[in-house]
């Protein structure tokens, strides 16, 4: 299992930080970055999706969305039962762990890809169904509390965010134009991985300044913040194997249970809970999480699912 090339690049920001180097990247390539991540999947998913329209893709679709659901009701009770948090920081800590991270999937899609392993090509639609169940779980959790909720604003940062925006946007974009979108494939295919290994130096030095931040609950929130991870590689297996998904359908389904999200949930629950404390959230996900997934993780779901899958 050894290093991806990319995942070297997250390594060396992350040591930049902790030495405290001159290294940074302006916010707006960051931004551009970003932007031609989402595009791009969702663009590639979106080619995909038009070949691939068929009943069986949803019932596929009906299974991924009860995932969502499901993934903040298993983190919420072990945040309560053993991390002893309120139930509103648990709540937060819970959406932000049944929803995903883009960056995750295409760290495992180029995973995959540099070994040669073959995945169901529409995978993007499935990244974009897993972003607003666990946000709406994470609200009704809170709102139990009596925690008052802004339902307009909820829906405009579920549906209206950037990476939710340019996710479908891309994917629709890939449906509609079809071959004809592979004229613009040669730079958003091409340059996907070059542009990722920016990204994953940029991400290695917020993950370093994550780490700094950890604060009273720094031994749970590692422990949850690895635990959590396999639990959801664990039933995102099981998910994929009932589903029929190959062995790199697996691994992305996998990959998808154990990543947090620490860009989309936060912008909607701080426009929704506005009283609510989303460091500790953004923290565990993005300075526990994504780190061990990049480093450790994506290895081990594919070592496993490639040992015993199929």
Same mark, same amino acid.
Do not use: D
């Given at each position: 299992m050894g290093l991806d090339i990319v995942v070297a690049f997250f390594v060396l920001g992350a040591a930049a930080q902790f030495v405290r180097a001159e290294l940074s990247l302006p916010k707006s390539l960051y931004q551009s970055l970003v932007i031609f991540l989402l595009l791009a999947i969702g663009l590639k998913g979106g080619i995909a999706l038009s070949k691939h329209v068929n009943p069986a893709l949803l019932i596929e679709a009906g299974a991924i969305l009860a995932f969502g659901f499901v993934l903040p009701l298993i983190a919420f009770p072990l945040l309560r039962s053993f991390g002893h948090l309120p139930r509103l920081d648990a709540a937060t800590i819970a959406a932000h762990? *049944?929803? &995903?991270?883009?960056a995750t999937y295409a760290v495992a899609v180029a995973f995959l890809e540099s070994r040669g392993l073959e995945y169901e090509p529409y995978f993007p639609l499935f990244v974009a169904l897993l972003e607003a169940p666990a946000i709406a779980v994470g609200l009704w959790l809170a709102s139990r509390k009596g925690e008052s909720t802004d339902g307009k604003a909820?829906?405009?940062?579920?549906?209206?965010?950037? *990476?939710? &925006?340019l996710l479908l946007g891309g994917l629709l974009i890939g449906w509609w134009g079809g071959d004809r979108a592979e004229r613009i494939m040669p730079f958003f295919g091409e340059l996907f991985h070059g542009v990722l290994a920016l990204f994953?130096?940029?991400m290695g030095q917020k993950a370093a300044e994550r780490w700094r931040e950890l604060g009273n609950n720094a031994s749970f929130l590692a422990s949850f913040g690895v635990a959590m991870p396999l639990i959801g590689a664990l039933l995102g297996t099981g998910l994929g194997y009932l589903l029929g998904f190959s062995q790199g359908g697996t691994i992305l389904i996998a990959t998808l249970g154990a990543s947090a999200s620490y860009i989309a949930v936060p912008?909607?629950?701080s426009a929704a809970l506005p009283k609510a404390d989303l460091?500790?959230?953004?923290?565990?996900?993005?300075?526990?999480?994504?780190?061990?997934?990049?480093?450790v993780g994506i290895p081990l779901y594919s070592a496993l699912i490639t040992r015993f899958i199929h």
């Open positions: 762990y *049944g929803s &995903v991270s883009v909820i829906l405009r940062e579920m549906m209206l965010n950037q *990476g939710m &925006v994953l130096l940029a912008a909607a629950l460091g500790p959230a953004i923290t565990a996900s993005l300075g526990i999480t994504f780190p061990f997934n990049v480093l």
